[in-house]
């Protein structure tokens, strides 16, 4: 899609949100403007969607349902700051990264593991000495990185994606904390599509039972787990899934979400 076309679809909620542009990327020798919708509230519950281009569900589900979840989202007194289409020439080509090929996901956070030893990952209850933001990340993680930064912890994210490898129709989901409120969200989208139990989806990690799975990665999702964001998953629905089914189930974890937050 064409992202003149799907900013023009974003802005039309402007008497809904401020729409801002808190970025310009250039990419294929033109300008994109990087969009954030904010509403106002209590408590505020972070969005982002559209980090790998080839996965274009959460983008598309965030422009279509938008009026639904700012109503959902005042109606519990929650704030939202959605960031709709992370990486835009991605999403416009197609292709995972973006066109100049950098790869806009996993860059918000290193690992200290011993003083002075490094690393992108840990494992699930791995010690570490410290971890520290990362600052040398392709231009679309650092503006994003540089905008969430100048506000203060939400108390939720959700982070939407696709996975391009399995081959059926499913979902699953990373999490941080307390997986009870999520085992929910899953129950409650098993209606659309069938739940990947016990998948293989990075090296050697595996989903459990309920499609979930723990992963510290140093993606935007792990960076706001150590900052202390109770509530944070990253929810992938497969390519393979019809894109009304996508949107059915990322719009009910984005106002399962909106629940999480107006409780905490
Ligand atoms: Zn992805």
Not at 185 to 201: E, I
């Amino acid at each position: 899609m064409e992202y003149l076309a799907y900013l023009e679809r974003l802005r039309r909620f402007s008497p809904l949100a401020t729409v801002h542009e808190y970025a310009r990327v250039k990419e294929n020798g033109r300008e994109y403007p990087l969009l954030c919708l904010t509403t106002p509230g209590r408590r505020e519950l972070v969005v982002t969607a559209g980090f790998h281009g080839e996965e274009p569900a959460g983008p598309l589900t965030v422009a279509r349902h938008f009026g639904e979840l700012a109503e959902a989202a005042r109606a519990k007194d929650v704030a939202l700051r959605l960031f709709p289409c992370v990486n835009p020439s991605g999403f416009e080509g197609g292709h995972r990264y973006n066109a100049s090929g950098e790869q806009p996901n996993n860059d918000f956070l290193r690992y200290e593991v011993r003083p002075g030893v490094f690393a992108d990952e840990v494992h699930v209850g791995e010690p570490f000495h410290a971890w520290h933001p990362r600052h040398e990340a392709p231009k679309e993680t650092r503006a994003l990185h540089q905008e969430l930064a100048r506000h203060p912890a939400p108390a939720g994210a959700l982070d939407l994606h696709q996975d391009a490898w399995v081959k059926a129709q499913c979902f699953y989901a990373y999490h941080f904390g307390e997986p009870r409120p999520y085992r929910e969200l899953v129950k409650r989208s098993v209606a659309h599509a069938k739940v990947a139990v016990h998948l293989s989806v990075h090296n050697q990690l595996r989903t459990d039972r309920w499609g979930l799975i723990v992963h510290h990665d140093g993606s935007n999702s792990d960076w706001f787990h150590r900052r202390g964001v109770r509530h944070v998953a990253v929810l992938e629905t497969s390519t393979r899934t019809p894109l009304e089914r996508c949107h059915a189930i990322n719009l009910t974890w984005l106002l399962g979400f909106i629940d999480l937050v107006a409780a905490s």
